[in-house]
């Protein structure tokens, strides 16, 4: 199959890319958009929360360009499901250190895992989350951000304080006992799904070498592309109007240039 425009249908608006040069791609891999789909943990059971990663074969420039294509894959998956779904809130989870040893990756994934399915059997049965770890500044310990809806049961507190940007009013979540925590209402998915994936960045691949990279519930949505052959030029008298957001991309090894649009 060839197509030169690959679009997706989001509950706010459509992202569609084009590429100059004619993309083919094969009919036979099932689920296509997801060929190289990292396992996710699964919070409603024991799952093991690290995967293989280094093949011992690679030269050192093999496992450099296989980090760079892995973390560009996690980041528009990321952005993908927080796309594909409408956000009610935006959260910070952090850890008393004097409680959870929040160098212990493994230790605070627990903490998460055991919070999340409380919160799904007893106060928010409909809850949809999108987390991702996040290394602190001190190169030691870790923390979530993530994307929730779904969640009237959870309680919120005033904290007297408003974000910096938005100065939108930040809550404290009192369901969470093992640390800090800041929360605030979602009015852009668009916006909210570009700033958590800015949290995937260069170190997420070091510090995160071995283990997962996001957690999601399993009653998300993802929104499957659709491929087109089209003339680009056509396209924008058409839509143009429409198009809230473009963005062009150059790949001179690959003599491909890429355009990405967003659509109201």
Same mark, same amino acid.
């Given at each position: 199959?060839?197509?030169?425009?690959?679009?997706?249908?989001?509950?706010?608006?459509?992202?569609?890319?084009?590429?100059?040069?004619? %993309?083919?791609?094969?009919?036979?891999? @099932?689920?296509?958009?997801?060929?190289?789909?990292?396992? &996710?943990?699964?919070?409603?059971?024991?799952?093991?929360?690290?995967?293989?990663?280094?093949? &011992?074969?690679?030269?050192?420039?093999?496992?450099?360009?296989?980090?760079?294509?892995?973390?560009?894959?996690?980041? #528009?998956?990321?952005?993908?499901? /927080?796309?594909?779904?409408?956000?009610?809130?935006? $959260?910070?989870? =952090?850890?008393?250190?004097?409680?959870?040893? +929040?160098?212990?990756?493994?230790?605070?994934?627990?903490?998460?895992? %055991?919070?999340?399915?409380?919160?799904?059997?007893? !106060?928010?049965? #409909?809850?949809?989350?999108? $987390?991702?770890?996040?290394? *602190?500044?001190?190169?030691?310990?870790?923390?979530?951000?993530?994307?929730?809806? @779904?969640?009237? @049961?959870?309680?919120?507190?005033?904290?007297?304080?408003?974000?910096?940007? &938005?100065?939108?009013?930040?809550?404290?979540?009192?369901?969470?006992?093992?640390?800090? =925590?800041?929360?605030?209402?979602?009015?852009? =998915?668009?916006? +909210?799904?570009?700033? $958590?994936?800015?949290?995937?960045?260069?170190?997420?691949?070091?510090?995160?070498?071995?283990?997962?990279?996001?957690?999601?519930?399993? #009653?998300?949505?993802?929104?499957?592309?659709?491929?087109?052959?089209?003339?680009? &030029?056509?396209?924008?008298?058409?839509?143009? /109007?429409? %198009?809230?957001?473009?963005?062009?991309?150059? %790949?001179?090894?690959? *003599? !491909?240039?890429?355009?990405?649009?967003?659509?109201?």
């Amino acid at each position: 199959m060839e197509y030169n425009c690959r679009v997706y249908d989001y509950p706010t608006g459509q992202h569609v890319t084009i590429y100059k040069r004619t %993309i083919t791609r094969s009919d036979d891999t @099932g689920n296509e958009e997801y060929e190289d789909l990292e396992v &996710e943990a699964d919070m409603d059971t024991n799952v093991n929360f690290t995967k293989p990663y280094k093949n &011992e074969d690679r030269t050192k420039e093999e496992e450099e360009y296989c980090k760079k294509v892995s973390l560009s894959g996690t980041k #528009n998956r990321i952005y993908n499901i /927080s796309r594909s779904n409408v956000w009610d809130w935006f $959260i910070t989870l =952090t850890f008393d250190r004097e409680r959870t040893d +929040a160098s212990d990756y493994d230790i605070i994934v627990r903490r998460l895992q %055991i919070f999340l399915n409380n919160l799904q059997k007893r !106060q928010c049965p #409909n809850l949809k989350y999108l $987390i991702v770890p996040e290394f *602190h500044d001190d190169k030691t310990h870790y923390h979530f951000h993530g994307l929730l809806s @779904g969640c009237e @049961g959870l309680r919120f507190k005033f904290s007297g304080h408003y974000s910096k940007k &938005e100065k939108l009013p930040v809550y404290y979540i009192l369901n969470w006992k093992w640390g800090f =925590t800041t929360a605030t209402r979602v009015y852009d =998915t668009q916006r +909210a799904s570009s700033y $958590i994936t800015k949290y995937i960045s260069k170190d997420t691949g070091t510090f995160l070498k071995e283990k997962h990279r996001y957690y999601a519930s399993r #009653n998300i949505s993802r929104a499957k592309p659709q491929y087109f052959i089209i003339d680009e &030029e056509d396209f924008l008298k058409v839509y143009g /109007s429409s %198009i809230t957001y473009s963005k062009s991309v150059t %790949i001179p090894d690959a *003599h !491909q240039q890429i355009n990405y649009y967003e659509i109201r």
